[in-house]
């Protein structure tokens, strides 16, 4: 496994439309055709990816920061997870 | 009466080649020109050429309907593709090899416009002979399967074809073809993968590489009078290098020069000229005759009598309610003779029985 | 005019001729050519208030009800479907005609029909408001189609809601209805003025009637409906009455799964589907007996949201 740092962006060529419905959020990725369901605090994490690229640190300290969040390890790993779950469903990718 | 083959040709050739003639079409003659061009896939490409001849307005309220229908089918089948060639560069991120997208694929890459409404059937790519062995892994290791197959085909397509066996993701719906050359190992022709790799270029803003334009134009030939089978489902084939050619020929300056010597360089004069002349004379594409009588891949002149019978007959789609005999005899002896040109005899002839064999079994592959 | 004006003589010779007869089923016009009688015979009753267009109308879809080449069909007569020169199917025994025609069709607009979104439901409407009835296994959404239509509401299909992306509207496709085993039976014993066309046993969802859709409905083939109420019924013998309101992220995952085209679509799909489910209240409706779900719906429909 390479050890380097990977910038995340939301994937290109792609409108992800949201749908807010209270507790449920359902985004709809317009380049893989597929619907997903997530909490809100996930679509949050995820428009905040549309509004930049980001390293997982940076990512982190910014939703913190706008959320008024701790920047502890249990939200580091949130983040790290929400990440990973965003990568396998193609919603984010790596900027080549 | 007209004879319903000829009126067929007419309708739907006019349409293609002088998009005006819509205009004068009779309602019953809409309705047959909408189902030949779905059989042939070509019934959002019509839709866009009478668009972007500003012909949409005389096309009846019916018929828009069907257009739509067939566009969002294109759209589909691009989307399919755009995603798979998404999560193929995704998969591939910490790999570090070439890849080039071919075909439909790379059309739609570098956004010509007809490809938008070109009915895409699968994801063709190529790479390195070195790196291929990797790239199949790493696909495998990461939810692609390759298609089952016997041991015969399996055997088949290591030992003689110019890909391996079709991968497919496990929750997707497109074919990957993987490449390391563009024609079978067999064939007679054997263009140098190394020249089309060394000129490929590169998309903006994607990983992906795809061929130089004249290249793209000579491997489209290549696959249509060389790979493909020449029936009326090919036809599109030859409206893509038709639209390839105006499209990339106003973009450079003695294109046609270029375009010939890359032929010559790669030996691949012959499907060259057939392209060339079938669009000329079918399609009625602006070829100047210099560039197709003085091509040195001319065939000679009862090769070229015959193909001129048979091309037409084969390729041009059938009026869906009468199928003629000695168009199933065209297809038939083109089909002969794909397999011909794809491997030496001794291997064609085994390899034919067989595939009829498969085909009375109902278990045809191809 | 419609079919039935034609009568079957005339019918019999149209359906021979090379133009074959144009049937305007709502959302589609169909060009039927066929030269069996046992087919045309009973197109004749169960399409009877359809009306017939012009032979130079545009047609959508090309239909031939015929018998196979080959010396086969003399030992045990033989049925083929073909469109556009293809033959999806293979041959159906030649009394089972008009459910291989019926079933062909159904393949025809599923596979082409993508001008709109199409449901795998059934629908009916009444007050303007159309009430949408998507199929899931055992969800007896033909009978319960079958019964609305006949106790008041506008049928506009059984088996395809048809959702213009334009305006949201639901296109009608007031085909017959098959029925199946038990659901025959319990259709005619309930409502007397049912109309039938003949059984056709064992085929491959066991016996199969099909009702004749309602003169009514059929005379408002052209008029396309907003929906009001998505309703995933299942009936479950011997039980009360139970309906319950459905969250709508909920709804959308169960309308993409039930659509044949959602994927297709595109974006396009989604934001049907979406505004839809914003727009309908939509409910899960457990049921058992007509004289309960009936009226319950009905009021469902009348309730001011």
Redesign the interface.
């Known amino acids: 496994?390479?050890t380097k740092i990977i910038t995340w962006r939301v994937?290109?060529?792609s409108?992800l439309?949201f749908?807010n419905?209270g507790s449920?959020v359902?985004v709809?990725n317009?380049?893989?055709?597929e619907?997903h369901?997530m909490d809100v605090f996930s679509a949050t994490v995820l428009e905040q990816l549309m509004s930049n690229n980001y390293i997982e640190e940076a990512l982190l300290n910014d939703i913190c920061r706008l959320y008024s969040l701790d920047n502890n390890s249990e939200n580091q790993q949130l983040i790290a997870l929400i990440i990973n779950n965003f990568?396998q469903l193609?919603l984010i990718?790596?900027c080549? | 009466m007209t004879i319903p083959a000829n009126h067929v040709k007419k309708i739907l050739i006019n349409c293609l080649c002088f998009p005006e003639t819509v205009k004068e079409l009779t309602v019953s003659e809409w309705e047959l020109l909408i189902r030949c061009a779905r059989h042939c896939k070509l019934l959002a490409y019509l839709r866009w050429k009478l668009d972007s001849c500003g012909l949409i307005a005389s096309v009846p309220a019916q018929v828009l309907t069907h257009f739509t229908a067939a566009q969002r089918i294109v759209d589909y089948r691009n989307r399919l593709a755009m995603w798979e060639l998404n999560r193929i560069r995704r998969a591939l991120y910490a790999k570090d090899v070439e890849v080039l997208v071919l075909k439909g694929g790379a059309y739609q890459l570098l956004q010509i416009p007809f490809a938008q409404s070109r009915l895409l059937a699968d994801i063709d790519i190529l790479v390195k002979k070195s790196d291929i062995h990797t790239v199949e892994t790493c696909l495998q290791q990461q939810g692609w399967q390759t298609a089952k197959l016997d041991e015969y085909d399996q055997q088949y397509y290591r030992t003689w074809m110019h890909e391996v066996p079709p991968l497919r993701h496990q929750e997707r719906f497109i074919e990957v073809d993987l490449h390391h050359t563009i024609l079978p190992l067999s064939s007679r022709l054997q263009p140098s993968p190394e020249l089309l790799i060394e000129d490929s270029i590169v998309v903006e803003n994607i990983a992906y590489k795809v061929f130089s334009p004249v290249d793209m134009i000579l491997h489209s030939s290549v696959h249509l009078f060389y790979d493909a089978e020449l029936n009326g489902a090919d036809f599109r084939d030859l409206v893509d290098l038709k639209e390839l050619i105006a499209y990339f020929q106003p973009q450079q300056e003695f294109f046609f020069e270029i375009l010939l010597d890359r032929a010559k360089q790669l030996t691949l004069q012959r499907p060259l000229y057939y392209t060339l002349y079938f669009i000329h004379n079918l399609l009625d594409a602006p070829i100047p005759e210099e560039y197709i009588e003085k091509n040195i891949g001319k065939p000679s002149w009862l090769t070229r009598k015959l193909m001129c019978y048979l091309v037409p007959l084969a390729l041009i789609p059938e009026h869906p309610d009468f199928p003629r005999k000695k168009v199933a005899l065209a297809r038939w002896l083109l089909y002969v003779r794909s397999h011909f040109l794809r491997m030496p005899f001794y291997l064609l002839i085994p390899h034919l029985l067989r595939k009829s064999r498969m085909r009375m079994a109902g278990k045809e592959m191809h | 005019m419609k079919l039935k004006q034609l009568g079957l003589g005339n019918l019999v010779k149209q359906a021979a001729s090379k133009e074959g007869v144009c049937l305007d089923i709502g959302a589609f016009c169909v060009r039927v050519k066929s030269d069996e009688i046992i087919f045309l015979e009973t197109l004749a009753f169960l399409y009877q208030d359809f009306p017939i267009l012009p032979s130079d109308t545009f047609a959508d879809f090309h239909i031939v009800i015929t018998r196979p080449k080959g010396v086969r069909h003399y030992l045990k007569p033989q049925v083929i479907f073909v469109t556009d020169g293809q033959q999806p199917f293979e041959p159906f025994p030649l009394s089972h005609a008009f459910p291989l025609f019926e079933w062909g069709l159904n393949w025809c607009i599923a596979r082409r029909s993508h001008q709109y979104l199409m449901l795998h439901a059934a629908v009916v409407e009444k007050n303007g408001k159309a009430l949408i009835l998507p199929a899931l296994p055992g969800s007896g959404k033909s009978t319960l189609s079958a019964a609305l239509a006949m106790n008041g509401w506008r049928f506009l299909s059984d088996e395809f809601t048809m959702i213009r992306p334009q305006d949201g509207k639901i296109l009608p496709i007031p085909r017959p209805t098959p029925l199946k085993n038990a659901s025959i039976q319990v259709i005619k014993g309930t409502f007397l003025n049912a109309e039938m066309g003949p059984l056709f046993p064992k085929t491959r969802k066991g016996t199969v009637a099909h009702l004749r859709p309602p003169k009514q409905s059929v005379e408002q083939l052209k008029e396309a409906v907003l929906p009001e109420l998505l309703i995933f019924p299942k009936f479950q013998a011997n039980t009360e009455i139970q309906l319950n309101l459905l969250n709508k992220p909920y709804v959308v995952f169960k309308l993409a799964s039930n659509a044949f085209n959602y994927e297709l679509m595109g974006r396009t799909g989604f934001e049907l589907v979406k505004n839809m489910t914003s727009s309908c209240r939509c409910y899960n409706l457990t049921y058992s007996r007509f004289d309960q779900v009936l009226p319950l719906l009905d009021d469902l429909l009348m309730q001011n949201v």
């Open positions: 496994m390479s994937i290109q060529g409108d439309l749908v419905w449920e359902i709809y317009s380049l893989s055709g619907t369901q990568d193609g990718e790596p080549y």
